[in-house]
Every structure is written in structure tokens, then in C-alpha cells.
């Protein structure tokens, strides 16, 4: 696996590289997360004859941290910032690499960053696949009826003080980020090496706080931002353009399975689907690479 450097949209990406092909796989990853996280799908899926690109998100380190986040601990990453990442890597990618045609994965922050690209720029993306998070529209929908979800969401209210957050984490020394794994995915325990990776990663400067600024971007974006909200907004809770392969774990214990009833209805018009992966928790890409390889190349194909 090669590592390789992306100027794209004013942000320095390191972006993990598997594969030759001219069809590329753009994977964008979550939180608590980072883009090793792909490394067995990437290479189950380039095996396949796929090329595998797999940034480190906006405020991930080694990717830069925008320079508003840096200089305001109330600045926040929007989803608009993301699908405006994603449109520029993929140009980027498909120019240097000679690619024909680019299909874009996404796992929980990286679904929803993926939703936004393909309602963003549609023509750019063959086929897209978003994995733990449901379309906006569906998830807003079976809020309703599932009150249980803003308990399993607490984080995300959490997340919205300032200073806390940052030293809650800080101060327990990566055991509230171990925490969260164990609680979303009963597997977590096979990861532990990879979750000190993830700590690693969000200890690095101002990439915690880039990471609480994605969610900051949902429900309280300052005043200066309004705008760059609403185009989010939009982008998030559209019927999703691109033909979508919706996946969740059957035992995600971080956006409850109820929580993606009836999504065919928001993928319907673009040719989509939705699969449940057995016996899987809320991290796919690791914990279940086989059969997440196996549905996507059926796919995409």
C-alpha cells in the first residue's frame, strides 16, 4: 500500500493508495476513525481489480486541518466542505491515475460526506455505497418513531459544548474514544491495537478539535456559516441522485437497524438498495471486510 500527498480544496490529504486499475474507490472514513481502517477492504477490493483510494479526512492528521478551525474552536466543517473534498480528490485522482470511472464508499461520517458528494456532483460518481448511516430524509423520518435513537445519539449533543468535550477526552487518555467503539460494536475487543491508532491520530494538534467540528457543523453552526448550513442541509436530506448501496450491521448498537426502515424510498428514483450485514457491528470496513467486499463488487459491477 503507497501513501500519497493531494492538494484539493485548500487541504493538504494524505490519501492511502491500493491497487491499479482505471475504476477507482474513493473511501471516505468516520469518527472515531481513520482511513487504516480500510486497509483489508482495500485490499479485498483491488484484488478485484479496482483502484483503492483512501483519504484521511478534512482535520485528520497527517491530512491538514483547515486554518478556520485552527484559529476559532467554534469554526465547524460542514457537510458541504466535504462533498466539495470529495468532487475535487476524485478530479484530482482521475486526471493522475488515468481513471474511466470512480465509485465512492463512505462509513458513518464518511457516508454522510458521501451522501452530500453525490447530491453535490452526481456526473462525477458511477455508483456510491454508504455504510452505517441512513439517508438523511430516512433517518429524520424514524426519528419519529424511534425515540430510542437520541439516547444511542447522546455523543452528538455531547459534542455541541464547548471546551468539555475536548478535555473529557483529553483528560481520560483516549478511554472515552475506546469507550464509544465498545459500545457501538460488540467485536471491538479484536480491534484494540487499531482503536490506539485512531487515539493516536485524533491526539495529534487541533485534530480533535477538527473532529468535534463536523458535528458542531450540524446543529450550531455560527452566524457566519449560516448559508454553508443550509446548502448542507440540502445536500443531506435529498433524495440521493447517484445509484446507492445502503449497508448497516445487524448489531450496530451506534444508529439502531429501525433506523433505516423504508430507505428504498430515498434511493428508489436513483436505482439504490439496502443490505444488513449479519452479525456486524457499527464498524464495517473492519469488522466485516469480506462480505462488505463481496457486496460492493456485486454492486458496483
Not at 178 to 207: C, G, M
Not at 269 to 285: D, M, R, T, V, Y
Request: glycine residues 6%; charged residues 20%; contains cysteine.
Amino acid at each position: 500500500m503507497n501513501q500519497i500527498k493531494i492538494l484539493a480544496n485548500n487541504i493538504e490529504f494524505e490519501v492511502l493508495i491500493e491497487g491499479e486499475s482505471d475504476k477507482l474507490i474513493l473511501l471516505l472514513h468516520g469518527f472515531p476513525d481513520d482511513a487504516k481502517s480500510y486497509t483489508h477492504l482495500m485490499q479485498n477490493l483491488s484484488a478485484a481489480g479496482y483502484m483503492c483510494a483512501a483519504p484521511y479526512m478534512r482535520g485528520y492528521y497527517p491530512t491538514s486541518v483547515p486554518e478556520n478551525v485552527k484559529s476559532s474552536q467554534f469554526a465547524t466543517i460542514q457537510i458541504a466542505d466535504l462533498a466539495e473534498d470529495c468532487a475535487e480528490l476524485a478530479k484530482i485522482l482521475k486526471k493522475k491515475f488515468n481513471i474511466k470511472q470512480v465509485f465512492l464508499v463512505g462509513h458513518d461520517w464518511g457516508a454522510i460526506a458521501a451522501y452530500g458528494a453525490v447530491n453535490f456532483q452526481p456526473e462525477i460518481y458511477s455508483k456510491a455505497a454508504m455504510m452505517s448511516v441512513p439517508p438523511g430524509g430516512t433517518f429524520l423520518r424514524n426519528l419519529i418513531m424511534n425515540p430510542g435513537q437520541f439516547a444511542r445519539s447522546w455523543y452528538i449533543l455531547f459534542f455541541q459544548l464547548p471546551i468539555l468535550p475536548e478535555n473529557t477526552i483529553e483528560n481520560t487518555h483516549g478511554e472515552f474514544i475506546r469507550s464509544l467503539w465498545h459500545s457501538w460494536s460488540s467485536n471491538s475487543e479484536k480491534f484494540s491495537d487499531r482503536i490506539s491508532e485512531v487515539i493516536a491520530t485524533l491526539s495529534q494538534p487541533f485534530a480533535l478539535r477538527a473532529a468535534l467540528a463536523y458535528y458542531r457543523g450540524l446543529l450550531r453552526p455560527p452566524l457566519n456559516e449560516w448559508a454553508r448550513w443550509n446548502q448542507s442541509r440540502e445536500l443531506f436530506l435529498s433524495n440521493v441522485k447517484v445509484p446507492s448501496l445502503v449497508m448497516t450491521g445487524s448489531d450496530d448498537n451506534c444508529i439502531a437497524k429501525s433506523m433505516f426502515e423504508s430507505c428504498e424510498l430515498d434511493l428508489e428514483s436513483s436505482g439504490g438498495k439496502f443490505k444488513e450485514i449479519a452479525h456486524a457491528g457499527h464498524f464495517l470496513p473492519l469488522e466485516a471486510p469480506d462480505a462488505i467486499a463481496k457486496e460492493l463488487i456485486s454492486f458496483f459491477s
